[in-house]
């Protein structure tokens, strides 16, 4: 099985709103990213997970923050956001952290802020 | 710095047409690996291949091929026989031996006509 699952695949929220992205992985692995990605543009790495705890956050607002709650889930916790924060998040798992190893992506979760 | 070109934005081909996609990098590092994936309209990033740095062979799968040619710093990827199904955006990207981080061309996008 090498599928990264993403729920919802698709979210309108509006610049008050919480909410909340979730991605699963049944894989093993003991890395996984979020990524977002503009329109025709390539994926941004936002954060990385390494055996759960945060490796990386690359200067990401705080409006966005990660929760790794054990080695096959991760989550996107939305607070405030902005329009230009619409976008499609990607979030992806590899076997370890470092990119000598494939990263499995999952479909994707299309935001809209309104 | 590590640098991954994808010169060609678009590409538009007839079905049963040969296609090839190309990607340059730049690295100073000696151990490195390289990636394609493929990204349909659905969205999920898919895994198409993992090359390393000592490995130069050039490698076939199915209707796929890559020439990966480290004199050039290229690895290019071509379709046989395109189909409208190859209809997608194309990305390389490259990874460090201790690096924890993908760095992404800008990606090509692939159209097969009918």
């Known amino acids: 099985d090498t599928e990264v699952t993403q729920t919802p695949k698709h979210l309108v929220m509006g610049m008050t709103n919480k909410k909340s992205l979730k991605c699963e992985q049944h894989?093993?692995?003991?890395?996984m990213y979020w990524y977002k990605q503009k329109a025709k543009k390539p994926p941004e790495l936002m954060f990385v997970?390494?055996?759960?705890?945060?490796?990386i956050n690359e200067s990401v607002p705080s409006r966005f923050s990660p929760e790794c709650p054990n080695s096959s889930l991760l989550n996107l916790h939305l607070h405030a956001l902005q329009p230009e924060d619409s976008a499609l998040y990607l979030c992806?798992?590899?076997?370890?952290?470092?990119?000598?190893?494939?990263?499995?992506f999952g479909q994707g979760t299309r935001l809209t802020v309104v | 710095a590590q640098k991954v070109t994808q010169a060609q934005t678009e590409i538009s081909v007839v079905e049963k047409e040969d296609v090839t996609l190309d990607c340059v990098y730049e690295?100073?590092?000696?151990?490195?690996?390289l990636f394609w994936y493929k990204q349909p309209p659905s969205g999920e990033l898919v895994f198409l291949i993992r090359?390393?740095?000592?490995?130069?062979q050039n490698e076939i799968s199915g209707r796929y091929s890559w020439n990966f040619q480290k004199s050039t710093s290229s690895f290019n990827f071509t379709i046989t026989a395109s189909q409208v199904v190859d209809s997608a955006v194309y990305f390389c990207?490259?990874?460090?031996?201790?690096?924890?981080?993908?760095?992404f061309g800008a990606g090509t996008i692939l159209r097969v006509k009918s």
């Open positions: 997970y390494s055996y759960e705890k945060l490796s």
């Open positions: 990207a490259l990874g460090l031996e201790y690096g924890n981080k993908l760095v």
């Open positions: 090359r390393n740095s000592f490995d130069e």
């Open positions: 690295t100073r590092d000696t151990t490195y690996y």
């Open positions: 894989m093993g692995h003991r890395a």
């Open positions: 992806a798992s590899s076997q370890f952290e470092q990119t000598n190893t494939e990263a499995f």
